[in-house]
T-cell receptor, first 116, second 109 residues
Framework: ETGVTQSPTHLIKTRGQQVTLRCSSQ?????VSWYQQALGQGPQFIFQ???????GRGNFPPRFSGLQFPNYSSELNVNALELDDSALYLC???????????????FGPGTRLLVL | EDQVTQSPEALRLQEGESSSLNCSYT??????LFWYRQDPGKGPEFLFT???AGEEKEKERLKATLTKKESFLHITAPKPEDSATYLC??????????FGQGTRLTINP
């Protein structure tokens, strides 16, 4: 069974640029969630995708957007990067329906983004 | 709004010294309480899911318990390799996990 993978592992961008982060879900999982984790804090929910549709969103501006593909992999896109976007971005996959239920989410290793 | 508070923020123990980590929560319609372990610079590693008050789960030196307002992660005779940040999260009616800020645990040999 393949776990959740993310790419790249590290990324350095400058303010105003755009970035795309990628995630492959665990084998058999159809739901992907993205989280932002600032240093010393718990992860904050960005959004969730189920069957290629956004299925819930946290308090993040529209410049944070995403996609889910038919093979359940996913992308997180961030436009007009700001210094405060520097964080660890985590992808989690689970097996759930539209309601999500109480299904356990399994996390990838994360992408460390630094915005200068 | 769903909220999770973990205490203490940091805990330093000697090897073999048992203790407990606390997770207090408020949630509208609990659909699961989750414990994760996170090593520096890595993604959270799943430990336990609890669904209802009174439920307990164990794994090696760790035991998680749940009441209607809080959860405890008990660590029995810890070893240095148990050093990590332990995260608690709840899932209510929305799609998201709401995390606490974590407890940073250090076990000295």
């Amino acid at each position: 069974e393949t776990g959740v993978t993310q790419s790249p592992t590290h990324l350095i961008k400058t303010r105003g640029q755009q970035v795309t982060l990628r995630c492959s879900s665990q084998s058999g999982h159809n739901t992907v969630s993205w989280y932002q984790q600032a240093l010393g804090q718990g992860p904050q929910f960005i959004f969730q995708y189920y069957r290629e549709e956004e299925n819930g969103r946290g308090n993040f501006p529209p410049r944070f957007s995403g996609l889910q593909f038919p093979n359940y992999s996913s992308e997180l896109n961030v436009n007009a990067l700001e210094l405060d976007d520097s964080a660890l971005y985590l992808c989690a996959s689970s097996l759930g329906g539209a309601s999500g239920g109480g299904k356990t989410q399994y996390f990838g290793p994360g992408t460390r983004l630094l915005v200068l | 709004e769903d909220q999770v508070t973990q205490s203490p923020e940091a805990l330093r123990l000697q090897e073999g010294e048992s203790s407990s980590l606390n997770c207090s929560y408020t949630v509208s319609g609990l659909r699961g309480l989750f414990w994760y372990r996170q090593d520096p610079g890595k993604g959270p590693e799943f430990l336990f899911t609890l669904y209802s008050a009174g439920e307990e789960k164990e794994k090696e030196r760790l035991k998680a318990t749940l009441t209607k307002k809080e959860s405890f992660l008990h660590i029995t005779a810890p070893k240095p390799e148990d050093s990590a940040t332990y995260l608690c999260a709840v899932r209510g009616g929305a799609q998201k996990l709401v995390f606490g800020q974590g407890t940073r645990l250090t076990i000295n040999p």
